[in-house]
Structure formats: structure tokens, C-alpha cells
């Protein structure tokens, strides 16, 4: 668990200040470099939690599913499509008491929408940041967002199904409206519409307002969720999806892609203001860079050159070498026409000659969890964040033989079949992160690890108080069941760590709890 540092100024304890108080907008940072000081997750495979999806890409699990018919129901006429994608469990569960929605909305809320309010939610606790601290604050909100789903759902039924709270629960302009509605931020709140690219331009965009002195704290990342067929129909229709239910990346068989769902957020701090603030440093966004394919073979078809703009634009955005980068994370859709392309404009930019025995790994989350689309870019650059805390580059699946069309014999590209280590030594590790939309707009960030902390006392034995609250007394028994089963074995300095930030880092409701 981790912890702010609880001696840091106690006249702004999150080291932000309200709209119009402190730095103003119009001063850029001194540091290009960005901290991702929080992150949250919803991915297939029940891998809710960031341990959680780290323990899926460590076992290399593979949680694409054929499509229970409770999800899709078939109708009549309907073509035969690939029942096959990574799914989330419950996607219909939400507590609208705890966002401060009444249940009459909440029916009319696309479940987009609150995917979003409940990862963002967990993101900043993660970063141990309050929600609710943040009110009046210059932190923006930023969210890739593509399908509307279950808007065709509400009106198969027709006009009466509709009511006031249709419009605001379903446009995609509302979602990230609603994240700064709920916590009062002052910040930008920007729904980002890139198709596949989404959410890895959202975080770009919310790197660059906080370069620019416009945000002081941002959120961003993205959602997708799969609640209707006829978007798989329309996608099968041109031969975009696999028919056999399998992602192969790179793969001399690879037929296609396949959709997944799930959301995933980081929450980001100039660098120098989260060392200075003492906040918990995940990894660093070093650069990051988005262009458009301009005119290609055809509006949905990759470029090749606007591929190879795009990664040298991102590393001169982090005044880094090729060389500099230990791993990319592919956009690797698993398409035969856009892998090679990818891979040759990779291979371009840094397939150069390295030290001996210096490699660079290859791979794509996508053969894990299928295509995210809107929630893709989030979903890689989580990857990689989690392969640089753990110190190991995930296998890479459903790679048997490599495809025709693409030769990795004179590059250091390594696409690892099982782990690869990936140690911290004299050298910083760094990773780039792909994302591709299908109308043309690319994206690609920069992540490194995240600066070597310093040593820490031994904790002094003895009793600590654990502060809990919740919004009911059943949310207030759950809290402390599972805190008693993540501080099962803890030592003193985690048992610290945890009052901490329980006290400090944590929102506080009316239902109330104190444990020694």
C-alpha cells in the first residue's frame, strides 16, 4: 500500500492549489518529464486490481471467452459473427448512493459512464490522492470513448424508453464531464473520440497540460465496453475479426482481432511537484507524440511513413536515443497488413545496431485481453508500467511461427515466448507504448522507470490506528474485511503505511471505525 508522505506541507497536503491560487496556467513546467503517481484497472481475465493484472500477464493468460448469449442476444436475421472477446463479469453492477446518483438515473447511465467514475475513483486512491479533496482544484480529466452501445439498447424500445436522463447518461461528451461534475474539478474534462487510439491521445493530451502549467494533476486513460452485437456484426462484415477467437500477434496465421472490453486510468503529476509533494512515483511519462496518417492506401489503412514521423516525433519529445528504449509495447492488432507494417516502421526508427547482447522486447497485451479499442493504449502503457516495477517483460502469446512478412533478423527486436527479465541496473529502463486509430490518428508514448527511492528507516514496533469510514455501515464492514485480508503478514513499516495513507490519502464518509 502505498503512502503520501505525511510530513509534507500541511497548508496544501495534496500539494495542489484551488482555481486561480498558485502556479499560473500560463507557466510551463520546468520538466518535460511526468509522473504517473496512481494507476486503476477494470481488464478481462478478473483483473480488477493493478496485482491483479500483473499476476494475468505474469501467468500468461489468455482471457478472451466465447460470448455468453445472456450478453449478445442473437436476433432473428442477424448474420453468424465470431462469438468471441475478452469480457468483464457484471458489467451491470454499480452503486449510484456512493457517486451521488439517484437510481432513477443511474438506469439511464451508460455503464461506460460509470466504469469510469469507479476506476477514476480507484486510480487516485491508488495514488492516495482524496476524491473528494480535490474539489475546486485545477485537475483535469481526460477519457478515450468511442462505441454507445447502450444507447441502441434504450431505444429498441422505442421513444418511451426514453427520459431526461437519456441524453446526459449516453453522450460520450458527458463522460468526462461527469468525473470533474462529481469531484468539482476546474481543471479541462475532455472526451477524446480517436477510435482505437483514444485513450493513450487522452493521456498525451493531459501530459501536455501539465507541461504547459494549465493542470497542476490530471487524470486520463479510457473505457470500452461491448453491450450490443451489431457493432461485432459491422466489424466481422469486413473481415476485421478473428473467426476462430485468438489475437495472433505477429503470427504467420493471424486473421484478424478480437474485441475486448475494460478501462483503465493513470493519474499524473509534473514529476518535480510529486517528489516535492512526497507522493507515491509509479513510473515516468517521458514523451509522447500523436499525428495522422494523412493520405494512405485507404482511410482505415496503416502508413508506414506517418508511422515513422510519429515514433521519431516521441522520441525527440523525450530527447532520447533508439537506443534508450528497452521495450515496445506493439499496437499488434493481429492483422496480416498491419503487423508487418507496423514492425518494419519500428524496425525503421530502432532496429539500428546496439551493444552486443543489448535487445529490445517486442510484444502486444492484445493476445492476452483481444483489442480494446477506445481502452487499447491505456491497456499497453499499464502493461509496460507494471513490467518496469516487476522487473520482467511478459510473455508474449499465440506466437508459433513468426509471419512471412516480417524479419527480425537484423534488428534486436526479441519477442519473448516466456518472460524476460528486465533488471534495473546502471541504466535507466524505458518502454514505448503504441496505439493506432483506425481513421487514421496514431499515438505512441514514452514510460520510464521511476527514480530509485531512497532508503527507508526501520519502522519502530508498536500499535497503529487504522482509521476506516464508509457511506453505509455494509460498505463500512467491507472496507475492513478486505483491509484485514491485504494487511494479513504485514510488517511495521507496511502496517505505517497504511495508517497513513487511510488518514490522509483516503475520502472520509459519516460511518466511521477506528482499529488498533
Known amino acids: 500500500m502505498t503512502s503520501r508522505n505525511p510530513t509534507s506541507d500541511s497548508s496544501d497536503p495534496l500539494g495542489l492549489a484551488p482555481d486561480g491560487v498558485g502556479k499560473p496556467a500560463e507557466t510551463a513546467c520546468s520538466s518535460s518529464r511526468v509522473a504517473i503517481v496512481g494507476i486503476g484497472c477494470r481488464f478481462p481475465g478478473g483483473a480488477g486490481t493493478p496485482e491483479a493484472y500483473w499476476q494475468l500477464l505474469h501467468e500468461g493468460v489468455d482471457a478472451v471467452r466465447?460470448?455468453?448469449a445472456s450478453r449478445w442476444p442473437r436476433r432473428a436475421g442477424e448474420d453468424e459473427v465470431p462469438r468471441w472477446?475478452?469480457?468483464l463479469r457484471e458489467v451491470d453492477r454499480f452503486d449510484p448512493g456512493f457517486m451521488e446518483i439517484s437510481p432513477r438515473e443511474a438506469a439511464s447511465l451508460d455503464p461506460q459512464?460509470?466504469?469510469v467514475l469507479e476506476v477514476v475513483w480507484e486510480a487516485l486512491e491508488d495514488a492516495a490522492l482524496p476524491a473528494m479533496a480535490l474539489e475546486?482544484?485545477?485537475t483535469g480529466v481526460y477519457v478515450g470513448t468511442s462505441w454507445q452501445d447502450y444507447l441502441q439498447q434504450l431505444t429498441l424500445g422505442g421513444v418511451d424508453a426514453l427520459d431526461a436522463h437519456t441524453l446526459t447518461g449516453n453522450l460520450l461528451s458527458i463522460t468526462a464531464g461527469r468525473v470533474?461534475?462529481?469531484l468539482g474539478l476546474r481543471g479541462p474534462a475532455v472526451s477524446v473520440d480517436t477510435a482505437c487510439s483514444s485513450s493513450l491521445v487522452a493521456v498525451h493530451l493531459a501530459a501536455q497540460s501539465l507541461r504547459s502549467g494549465e493542470t497542476d494533476l490530471a487524470v486520463a486513460g479510457?473505457?470500452?465496453?461491448?453491450?450490443?452485437?451489431l457493432t461485432t456484426e459491422a466489424l466481422a462484415r469486413v473481415q476485421a475479426l478473428s473467426p476462430d477467437g485468438r489475437c495472433r500477434t505477429f503470427d504467420a496465421d493471424a486473421n484478424g482481432y478480437v474485441r475486448g472490453e475494460g478501462a483503465g486510468f493513470v493519474v499524473l503529476k509534473r514529476l518535480?511537484?510529486?517528489?516535492?509533494?512526497?507522493?507515491?512515483?509509479?513510473?515516468?511519462l517521458a514523451g509522447s507524440a500523436v499525428n495522422h496518417d494523412g493520405r494512405s492506401m485507404g482511410l482505415t489503412a496503416p502508413n508506414y511513413l506517418a508511422q515513422i514521423e510519429l515514433l521519431r516525433a516521441a522520441l525527440r519529445s523525450a530527447g532520447l536515443q533508439p537506443d534508450d528504449i528497452g521495450y515496445l509495447e506493439a499496437h499488434g492488432t493481429g492483422t496480416p497488413l498491419g503487423d508487418p507494417i507496423e514492425v518494419e516502421a519500428l524496425a525503421e526508427v530502432f532496429g539500428g545496431p546496439r551493444p552486443e547482447g543489448d535487445v529490445c522486447g517486442l510484444g502486444s497485451v492484445k493476445t492476452n485481453l483481444g483489442h480494446l479499442e477506445s481502452a487499447a493504449g491505456i491497456a499497453g502503457l499499464l502493461k509496460a508500467v507494471l513490467a518496469l516495477e516487476h522487473q520482467a517483460i511478459p510473455r508474449h502469446l499465440h506466437l508459433q511461427t513468426l509471419n512471412p512478412e516480417i524479419d527480425l533478423s537484423h534488428t534486436p527486436f526479441v519477442v519473448p515466448t516466456d518472460e524476460l527479465p528486465w533488471p534495473r541496473d546502471q541504466r535507466t529502463r524505458r518502454a514505448g507504448i503504441s496505439s493506432f486509430g483506425f481513421a487514421g490518428t496514431n499515438a505512441h508514448v514514452i514510460v520510464e522507470e521511476a527514480p530509485a527511492e531512497p532508503a527507508r528507516a526501520a519502522a519502530a514496533a508498536g500499535a497503529v490506528l487504522l482509521p476506516l469510514s464508509g457511506k453505509t455501515p455494509s460498505a463500512l464492514v467491507a472496507l475492513g474485511q478486505r483491509l484485514s485480508e491485504r494487511l494479513s503478514g504485514c510488517d511495521d513499516a507496511e502496517l505505517g503505511d497504511a495508517s497513513a495513507t487511510l488518514g490522509a490519502g483516503r475520502s472520509h464518509?459519516?460511518?466511521?471505525?477506528?482499529?488498533?
Open 222 to 229: 479510457g473505457v470500452n465496453l461491448l453491450l450490443s452485437g
Open 85 to 87: 472477446a475478452g469480457l
Open 180 to 182: 470533474a461534475y462529481l
Open 272 to 284: 518535480d511537484d510529486a517528489l516535492a509533494d512526497g507522493d507515491p512515483v509509479r513510473a515516468v
Open 509 to 516: 464518509f459519516s460511518h466511521r471505525a477506528m482499529v488498533v
Open 136 to 138: 475546486g482544484t485545477r
Open 113 to 115: 459512464q460509470r466504469l
Open 66 to 68: 466465447r460470448v455468453p
